[in-house]
């Protein structure tokens, strides 16, 4: 494998809206390029974790090496690089696709452009990639090839007559596809004796082998032994191993050089040192420049993580700490909480991170969490001049502090059929959107651009736009920055007490609607006492919603069960263990789950 | 005779005449074969089990079920022969046997009382027909009636009758109407069940209060309901002994308060638990497995703890509205109540829910559940529990 003729390699990925048959065309062309029997083929080879299964995305991006023959008898090596296809991970996004050469577009036969295919394309044509378009499950009855192909030319741009009409799920067209690769991407360029340039575009911590780096070779040679330096992070390690990536496993080979695909392992501890986008160059002898497009992943949105069972705080910091050796975008910092106790503020990329985590955290580690409202960061601007990153709302200085505050706010483009688009307007407008304009795609589908602010969008936007669109609706945003804000801290209090784990950041017009539904819901999850409990949101000290849990006026068991006493007793038994459950925040005891509850107030279905 | 441990028998038939719609007993109808293969297998359980209850004298025996009252009267006779051979049975024991009406006639009752059968528990529970209806009740008001007067006069002088609220569709008038019709029963009733109607799983009710089909009384109804339990019974001179029974001075369920203070006793028959030697267990619920081997059927034996036993002391005592006796506690457990409960006891002191009681006639000091205790008296209990 010494001298890889660059001329037979092809660096590529598949981009393509959620569901559109990314990742089953990833399958076929794994399977078609006869690396493995069909036996080997898990149903999805690239979506490793059983997570990413169930949820039917794919998470953290990987890539894999298969070798092609084409019809003339010629051998290709194909490096697959998978990337994620939500918008929560648009920066690795953005770095895997810059690992590439050229992407193939696939677009569903049935449902056309939809908002993702549209980002995700402007991505990979910023990234300079050539992009062939592929038109899947053309083998739908409700498949309209023709439509389809018009509408990549007329909306994308590109020439889209002859694209493959295929079906990924019953593998017809993977042949043309294959000889299209060939054909329409680029091979990679780069002076393989030149100073090392490679580009990460993701890691993948090891308890054995420590972290592996996934890289492209721009220009260079690595192999074991060198002393590879990370131009952005400064660290410094001497390679061990260097290789490609077979499906499913790491294969070892002698070197990597300008243009190839693969790994690096350095014995490096943590993925924090192997930062996404990050440039490895050789210590001994730098490129002059690291390659463009580093930057620091940033957490967009925060939120309290407690264990349900305070014992258990141990092993929730020792959980996150290995789930952080993995995912250099999570962090996470103690934190106390006066109804909670000891937990964390943990920052993650998205909502959809956040839930990742959260049910790895409960799943893999076996933790019971309970977590609080999640929220956005705020430019605090404080009187004395100071600016303060607020990510805890219980941080908040007293308003007297305050001269005003800042809100993340981004850019989105939603696409909607004609049908909805009022309904979706509505939202965006309930939201705080502001409305920046609309573009018809064809007669009957429109894409709606808004900027909305960031913390309208984390709880339960997406949901809502699903619901109101019948789940025809497709979103994608852009962070844009941050803008000037009526913002108010809602306190809730339970029997007159503030509850610090309930409390959270709000734009002023929203605090009554928003207040009022917490209120509602906690109602409903805190079980009566012996005494009435006033529920009651407050925005600086003023109450602006209550509701009441009635006194609990009868408990009793009437029947007597002959003398099965043992069945008395269990039941007894689970009462005051429903009790064990509860968190007591003055003499109230307020269950688990009505901390998680108040996270969605879905209210339109 | 009288320095031997007392010891309470309780018999269980599993046979009706056609399951209620809120009935999980373990009951079903059954033909007439069963029915004797059951007797047969029950006092052959009992002849077993005499050998064991060789010190014991038995104060209470207690007939229920189901409704025992559909099995031909000659079994209930060589039942109560049978306990009578194998047992120390004391001459003023009470003996109580479960009937509906519409079961049982005069000349049946006659036997009983022959048998040494000396109380009755009639099932009544609503007084309106259309409500029985509902239940699924086999009989009407007037059946009931026929069955009071023949009790009486064949001789009951110690009659129970059990009345259920929170009926579906019940308003509180027509409950104050069953409860005002009990009373003016001649001569009044000596004791009085009163519950309100739980919906158990596995019952026709729980399947059609899930649909939603099940109008059940509001929770202010309900609850008034349950007030009205208390004025009206207390007006006519009942006295509340316990959560949910009320009788009339010097006729308390012995039986049953046995069970609250912790008193042995055996189960005869399918499902039947025991409280024996400090163990509790119970018979298989399945018929086959008893028919073939009555003696070879108990099952889910617990050896009770010290702290097991506390805790039943306290949660079973205070179902009495007397409450539990301190002084009893610690000659028990070798430890005063305040030891084991001190923080318990004084923070439900606090709220209301709890009180202490002296007892006018031996001037002894109980710690008894107060009206609004009674009330919540499953959220008070619970607390007696160790974690």
Same mark, same amino acid.
């Given at each position: ?88 991970? !648009? ?274 580690? !076996? ?239 | ?276 030697? !400090? ?68 923070? !439900? ?39």
């Amino acid at each position: 494998m010494a001298s890889v003729d660059q001329s037979r390699i092809r660096n590529f990925c598949i981009v393509a809206h959620i569901d559109h048959g990314k990742s089953t065309l990833a399958d076929r062309i794994i399977e078609q390029t006869g690396l493995l029997t069909s036996r080997e083929m898990q149903d999805q080879i690239l979506d490793n974790m059983d997570l990413e299964r169930e949820r039917g995305i794919t998470i953290k991006a990987q890539a894999v090496r298969t070798v092609y023959r084409t019809k003339d008898g010629q051998e290709y090596i194909f490096n697959l690089i998978d990337t994620p296809g939500h918008v929560d991970f !648009n920066y690795e996004v953005s770095r895997s696709l810059a690992a590439c050469d050229g992407a193939i577009l696939v677009v569903d036969a049935a449902q056309g452009i939809e908002a993702q295919t549209l980002a995700n394309v402007y991505l990979a044509l910023d990234h300079d990639l050539d992009v062939f378009p592929v038109i899947n499950k053309i083998d739908l009855p409700s498949a309209e090839p023709q439509r389809v192909i018009e509408e990549i030319e007329d909306v994308i741009g590109i020439e889209a007559q002859d694209a493959p009409l295929i079906s990924a799920k019953n593998g017809i067209g993977i042949d043309e596809v294959l000889e299209q690769i060939v054909k329409k991407i680029p091979a990679p360029k780069g002076d393989p004796d030149g100073p090392l340039q490679a580009l990460i575009f993701d890691s993948l911590y090891d308890s054995y082998k420590g972290v592996i780096i996934f890289c492209r070779v721009m220009e260079g040679t690595v192999k074991k032994g060198t002393r590879i330096r990370f131009m952005a992070t400064g660290a410094s390690q001497e390679v061990v191993e260097v290789g490609y990536f077979g499906a499913g496993q790491f294969i070892p080979c002698e070197e990597l050089s300008a243009g190839m695909v693969g790994y690096i392992m350095a014995s490096i501890k943590n993925v924090k040192e192997t930062a996404v986008g990050d440039t490895v160059t050789d210590a001994d002898n730098p490129c002059a420049e690291p390659l463009p497009g580093y930057k620091k992943v940033q957490s967009m949105v925060y939120c309290g993580m407690y264990p349900a069972d305070g014992a258990k705080y141990p092993d929730l910091r020792d959980a996150l700490e290995k789930l952080q050796l993995n995912d250099a975008s999570l962090n996470y910092e103690p934190e106390t909480s006066v109804a909670l106790g000891f937990g964390f503020r943990c920052g993650f990329l998205g909502l959809l991170h956040l839930e990742i985590i959260q049910e790895r955290l409960e799943r893999e580690y !076996n933790l019971d969490l309970v977590t609080t409202a999640p929220g956005v960061i705020y430019k605090v601007y404080k009187t004395n001049g100071e600016v303060m990153e607020l990510t805890n709302p219980s941080n908040l200085p007293d308003p007297s502090e305050i001269e005003y505050m800042e809100e993340p706010v981004v850019n989105a483009e939603i696409m909607v059929t004609s049908e909805f688009i009022g309904s979706i307007m509505e939202l965006c407008q309930e939201r705080r959107g502001r409305y920046l304009g609309m573009e018809y795609i064809e007669g009957t589908r429109a894409l709606l651009k808004y900027e909305l602010p960031l913390n309208e969008i984390i709880y339960d936007f997406f949901d809502a736009l699903k619901s109101r669109s019948r789940g025809y609706a497709s979103f994608d945003y852009d962070i844009k920055g941050y803008e000037r804000s009526n913002l108010v801290k809602l306190d809730i209090l339970i029997n007159r007490e503030e509850v610090d784990a309930l409390s959270f950041i709000v734009h002023a017009d929203s605090a009554y609607e928003r207040g009022r539904k917490m209120c509602e819901k906690l109602k409903d999850e805190i079980p009566r006492h012996l005494f009435e409990i006033p529920i009651q949101a407050a925005v600086g000290g003023k109450i602006i919603a209550r509701e009441t849990v009635k006194a609990m006026r009868k408990d009793v068991l009437a029947k007597c069960y002959g003398g099965d006493i043992t069945r008395k007793k269990k039941l007894l038994e689970k009462q005051k263990e429903g009790k064990k459950r509860m968190r007591q925040i003055g003499n109230v005891e307020i269950p688990q789950k009505a901390f998680m509850s108040v996270l969605k107030l879905d209210d339109k279905k | 005779m009288a320095d031997k441990k007392e010891l309470e028998l309780y018999f269980h038939i599993p046979f009706c005449v056609r399951k209620c719609a809120y009935c999980d007993f373990l009951s079903a109808p059954a033909g007439k074969p069963v029915q004797e293969a059951y007797m047969k297998a029950m006092l052959a359980e009992l002849s077993g089990r005499a050998d064991e209850c060789r010190d014991h004298r038995v104060s209470s025996v207690f007939i229920g079920g189901g409704t025992p009252s559909v099995v031909e009267e000659t079994w209930i006779c060589q039942l109560m022969q049978r306990v009578k051979e194998s047992f120390a049975l004391a001459s003023d024991a009470e003996i109580t046997i479960e009937v509906n009406p519409g079961t049982v006639t005069e000349k049946k009752l006659k036997v009983y009382r022959q048998a040494g059968i000396n109380r009755l528990s009639i099932g009544l529970q609503s007084a309106r027909d259309e409500e029985l209806k509902k239940l699924g009740r086999v009989h009407t008001y007037e059946q009931f009636l026929e069955t009071y007067c023949a009790a009486r006069a064949a001789g009951f002088a110690n009659i129970n009758v059990d009345v259920m609220s929170a009926l579906p569709g019940q308003s509180l008038l027509n409950y104050e109407e069953t409860l005002k019709k009990v009373l003016a029963l001649s001569p009044i009733p000596e004791h009085i069940s009163a519950y309100s109607l739980i919906i158990e799983e596995g019952t026709p009710f729980f399947e059609s209060y899930g649909r939603g089909e099940l109008q059940l009384p509001d929770e202010d109804c309900e609850r008034r309901m349950y007030e009205r339990t208390a004025e009206l019974l207390g007006e006519a001179g009942f006295v509340r002994y316990e959560i949910s029974n009320y009788a009339r001075p010097g006729f308390f369920c012995r039986h049953n308060c046995g069970y609250w203070k912790r008193t042995e006793y055996l189960g005869f028959g399918i499902g039947a638990a025991s409280l024996f030697q !400090n163990s509790r267990f119970s018979n298989s619920r399945e018929l086959s497995a008893y028919l073939k081997e009555p003696l070879g059927s108990r099952e889910d034996r617990t050896v009770l703890s010290p702290q097991d036993r506390m805790e039943e002391f306290m949660f079973l005592g205070l179902r009495m509205t007397a409450g539990v006796n301190y002084r009893e506690f610690a000659e028990t457990f070798g430890q005063t109540m305040e030891e084991v409960y001190g923080g318990i006891i004084q923070k !439900n002191r606090e709220t209301g829910l709890l009180y202490d009681r002296k007892d006018p006639e031996t001037g002894e000091r109980f710690l008894a559940l107060t009206g609004r205790g009674v009330n919540v008296s499953n959220y008070v209990m619970a607390q007696f529990l160790f974690d």
